[in-house]
Structures are given as structure tokens and as C-alpha cells.
């Protein structure tokens, strides 16, 4: 019995983070936290924790630094380490870089692909500025927000209009930055679109593509080099002890303020000083608006029409599942039955988990994937991209994991979405 008692205490003095060093660099921790389902994963949320998009039966996971085990711990909920990350020695990129961390693309790269790819299939490809990071509307660097719409080009395609002729597919990455791998199956499926049996499909769909949905976040992302800084937010906002930025995930104005998200500034969950308040955000809703019909009364119980075209996907990482709304709640749409179908039909493609957020992870509002179908009754997803473990898992896997493991699940995924749009319902 002793001996028992003793192997404990050591485990657990195992399983505490290392005190942090007087200064320099701190290691990054992945914690597992038991957070069942319902109240204790919501409260968890609403402490300002940087809870992972994944679960593990009744654990969530917290990214945190050296101190926070401790402060989860007063919190009421005891922590174990799952992963440390070391910090890794500072080799920020080099001005003119086209890739970082092994070959991730720069945000600098991911623009002029989408001018390249216009530029050599005139026929097929045509950029779309749709606004202004918030950076570069403050006259301080930041970006164009572009989107590149491919299809076999005809009259009216592609306009900014809800009444072009073909059923749309909209993909977005990195609306999170530190999710790296999103931006690069954008990259991916950009390319296959234009050079692959994708073509053929272009004669009845139009596909849009934004590979970078918060390009300074992904700034501040690459800007680690070969030790990618985990920035999920925008840039906009101080923080003195935390991350700054607004979550665009949580800043949307549909249930904007409720559940699984958080009034502090520094927490990774900022929902931002009022619905929409972010230029990011606004500009994707701006653009939604232009490229959809309205097929949906207002409220949260009414079904979009059955002659409803298109569908939204956001693409996330990681924990291998595939969400669809409402997310701020349980309750079910009045299109439960059909995006519960498209999202099972993709998810047994990749293998991954279909289910309302609330179902398999935890009810998060303000999300983009809420407003698109509250505000135009489209169905839409977001697909957790990736394992929380293992040689591809995580934020930050190795560049090679993209085409070895991530887009040959995405692929059959992104194929099945450009079907399910032309009738969703
Ligand atoms: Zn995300």
C-alpha cells in the first residue's frame, strides 16, 4: 500500500509541469482536464481556458504555460500533462521566405498562388478582394482578404450576386490561425481543382476558396519560423499577460455573447466588444450574403427551404470530426435530418466523428458556421482536422504529414461537399 502511495506521489510529481525558468522561453503544455459533457465542459469555457477543439471521452484539453495545471487545479479541476512542447530555439523566418516550419506556405505565398493560378487558367480561376484585414484597415501592414472562385467559367459565374447560375461550395482555412494544416488543404484542393479529375466537375459547380480566412493572424503564426507561435485570434486588441486578438470563431452575430465564449481580452475565446465587431468577420458575412440566396425565416426552429443550393465549409483542427449547427446549443435545426446525413456521409470518409458541437465536443455560439445557416439557411460544417495525437496530430505537425496523412482524408471530403451542394436538402 505504500509503495502505492508512493508510486503516486511520484507520478504525479512526473506529470506536474517543470517550474518555469527565471526567464527566456517557456515549454507550451497540452493539459487533460476531465470536463464531461454539459455544465463542467461549459464552465471550463467560460474560466477563459484555451480549451482545444477535442475531446477524449469526459476530457477536454487546455493549452497553457508552466502556471496553468496550478491554476486549473484552484479552479476545481485537476490537470495531467498529455504533451509538452519545449521551447524551441528563436529562428524566425527570413523577409522573402516562401515557406516556414518545413514548408508551410507564407500568407505572402498563399496571395500570389491565387494570382498564379488565375493567371495560368483564365478560364477556370478569378481572385475576389473582399476586404481589409483589420491591420490593413489601421494603415498598419496587414492584407488584402482575397477568395479565389474556380469553375468552368461561363456567363454570370462567379459574380457577386445570389442569383448566379451554378450551386456554390465555400471553403475557408485558417479563420484560426495556428491551424496550419487548414490552409494548407486549402492550398491543396486550389490545385486539384484546376489540375486534376476536379475539373470535370466544374461544368455545374462553382467552388470559392479563401485559404486564409485571418491573415494577420497567421502573420504572427509564421513569424515563430521553425517554432510556429500558436495565435488563433486576429490581431486586433492588447494583452498584457495572454494573447491578444478577437476569436473570430466566437465573434459572429448569431447567438453572439452566449455560451463557450468569453468576455476577457486575453482569453483565447474572446468574443469581441459586440456581434461582428471584427473587419474579418464582417467581410465574410458581407461576402456570404453576395454569394447566397436567403432560404431560411428567422429564429431558431424554421428549415430552410427545399430548394436551398450550396454549402459552407470550415475547415479546423484537430480531434478527426466533422460539426454542423447549431453549435450554441443541443437543440436541432429544422434541417436536423439533412445536415446530420451530408455531415455523416463525409465523416465516413475520413473516418471521423459526425455531430452537433454540443454532441461531441462542447456548445460554443457566436461561431461562423452558426450565422451562415441562421442568417441564409445554408448548410454548413466545420471539420476538426487531424488526430490529438501521434506523429500527424495537433497544431503543429510535421509538413509532410499534409500529403501523407491529412488530404487523403480531405480529398474524398471536399469531393462529397461539391456534390451535396447542387440540392443539400
Ligand atoms: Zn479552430
Known sequence: ????????????????????????????????????????????????????????????????????????????????VEKTMPPAPWAPRSIGDATYYGGYRTITAHLA??????????????????????????????????????????????????????PRLFVMG???????????????????????????????VEVWVVPIANPDGVEIVESGGDSPVLQRKNANGTCTSGSRGVDLNRNAGSHWGEVGSSTSKCSETYRGPRADSEVEV??????????????????????????????????????????????????????D??????????????????????????NASGATDDWVYDDLGVPSFVWEIGTDSGRCGGFLPPFSCQEDAHWPKVRPMLVSAMKAAKRPY
Not at 490561425?177 to 466537375?201: K, N, P, Q, Y
Not at 463525409?346 to 465536443?361: F, K, N, R
Open 113 to 166: 498562388h491565387l494570382d498564379e493560378v488565375a493567371k495560368a487558367h483564365p478560364g477556370l480561376a478569378t481572385v475576389v478582394d473582399y476586404g481589409d484585414s483589420w491591420r490593413k484597415t489601421q494603415g498598419n501592414g496587414g492584407y488584402d482578404l482575397k477568395a479565389l472562385c474556380v469553375t468552368r467559367k461561363g456567363p454570370g459565374d462567379c459574380a457577386l450576386t445570389p442569383t448566379a447560375p451554378k
Open 174 to 204: 485558417q479563420l484560426h490561425a495556428r491551424e496550419i494544416t487548414t490552409g494548407d488543404m486549402a492550398w491543396r484542393f486550389i490545385d486539384d481543382l484546376v489540375g486534376s479529375d476536379l475539373t470535370a466537375m466544374l461544368a455545374d
Open 337 to 362: 435530418a439533412a445536415l446530420r446525413k451530408m455531415a455523416n456521409d463525409m465523416a465516413a470518409l475520413s473516418g471521423y466523428t459526425a455531430g452537433q458541437p454540443g454532441e461531441v465536443l462542447y
Open 282 to 335: 464582417q467581410a465574410l458575412e458581407s461576402l456570404w450574403r453576395k454569394l447566397y440566396r436567403d432560404t431560411r425565416a428567422p429564429g431558431d426552429t424554421a428549415a430552410a427551404s427545399a430548394d436551398t443550393t450550396g454549402a459552407v465549409v470550415s475547415m479546423h483542427s484537430y480531434g478527426d470530426y466533422v460539426l454542423f449547427p447549431w453549435g450554441w446549443s443541443t437543440q436541432k435545426t429544422g434541417n
Open 1 to 80: 500500500m505504500r509503495t502505492a502511495v508512493a508510486l503516486l506521489a511520484c507520478l504525479a510529481l512526473l506529470l506536474s509541469p517543470a517550474p518555469a525558468p527565471a526567464e527566456g522561453p517557456q515549454a507550451t503544455y497540452v493539459l487533460r482536464v476531465p470536463a464531461p459533457k454539459g455544465e463542467s465542459a461549459q464552465r471550463l469555457l467560460g474560466l477563459g481556458y484555451d480549451v482545444l477543439e477535442q475531446r477524449d471521452g469526459d476530457d477536454l484539453f487546455v493549452v497553457g504555460d508552466p502556471k496553468t495545471a496550478g491554476k486549473l487545479r484552484t479552479d476545481g479541476y485537476p490537470a495531467t
